[in-house]
């Protein structure tokens, strides 16, 4: 009897109970876009409800002037409201 093969969804919520990852490095590890690596992890969420675990995620940060208020906390803004910086932080998600 074979193994059972994990979906990529499963294999990037293994990968965040380990460590926290960005979006970028997701995408990057897992060979899927930015947007479907955040599409994944807003699935994960959903399906940890009900168990004795979440997904935390790191708001994005200014890399100028530290400013880390956005309203989203998922998607990677553009640039920062307060300085207008576009040398925004990715958000950072893990599985705790």
């Given at each position: 009897?074979?193994?059972?093969?994990?979906?990529?969804?499963?294999?990037?919520?293994?990968?965040?109970?380990?460590?926290?990852?960005?979006?970028?490095?997701?995408?990057?590890?897992?060979g899927i876009t930015a947007a479907a690596a955040l599409?994944?992890?807003?699935?994960?969420?959903?399906?940890?409800?009900?168990?004795?675990?979440?997904?935390?995620?790191?708001?994005?940060?200014?890399?100028?002037?530290g400013f880390a208020d956005f309203d989203d906390l998922?998607?990677?803004?553009?640039?920062?409201?307060?300085?207008?910086?576009e040398s925004v932080a990715e958000p950072t998600f893990?599985?705790?």
């Open positions: 009897m074979e193994g059972t093969e994990q979906t990529t969804r499963q294999r990037i919520a293994a990968l965040l109970r380990e460590e926290p990852a960005e979006a970028g490095r997701i995408a990057t590890e897992f599409s994944h992890v807003e699935h994960i969420a959903k399906s940890l409800e009900g168990t004795d675990e979440q997904l935390l995620a790191a708001p994005p940060e200014c890399l100028e002037c998922i998607n990677r803004p553009s640039r920062c409201p307060e300085c207008k910086a893990t599985v705790r």
